[in-house]
């Protein structure tokens, strides 16, 4: 049996290294997604079923206040459109930034 060098050893070496920290990038990817998937399923679930908000420290509005700076995109802003909406007891959203202006 052939011996393989020290050169052809360590590129071995070096290439299962890689592929170990492809594997493990991808695994802390997936738990970062799954992290951001359940709190933002908690925090929807919260404002769609809890009728006293205030609980939350005003999170409704704090939402409607950040995520249009938040999302970039069209097509994420179209996702939660139905959401900033103004709601008819709230303030538009002008006046959102007056009251935490003051704050």
């Known amino acids: 049996m052939v011996r393989k060098s020290i050169g ?6 070096d290439a ?3 592929t170990l920290q492809m594997r493990l990038s991808k695994r802390e990817r997936a738990i970062d997604t799954r992290r951001k998937v359940l709190i933002g399923a908690l925090v929807l679930h919260r404002l769609e079923n ?3 908000l205030q609980i939350f420290g005003g999170l409704a509005d704090w939402l409607r ?3 249009p700076k938040f999302l970039t995109r069209d097509g994420d802003r179209d996702l939660f459109d139905d959401f ?9 959203l ?5 009251v ?3 704050s």
């Open 8 to 13: 052809e050893r360590l590129a071995q070496l």
């Open 16 to 18: 299962q290294r890689k």
């Open 50 to 52: 809890d009728s006293n």
């Open 65 to 67: 206040a950040e995520l």
């Open 84 to 92: 900033l909406k103004p709601q008819p007891h709230e303030p538009p």
């Open 94 to 98: 002008g006046g959102l930034d007056s």
């Open 100 to 102: 935490s202006a003051a």
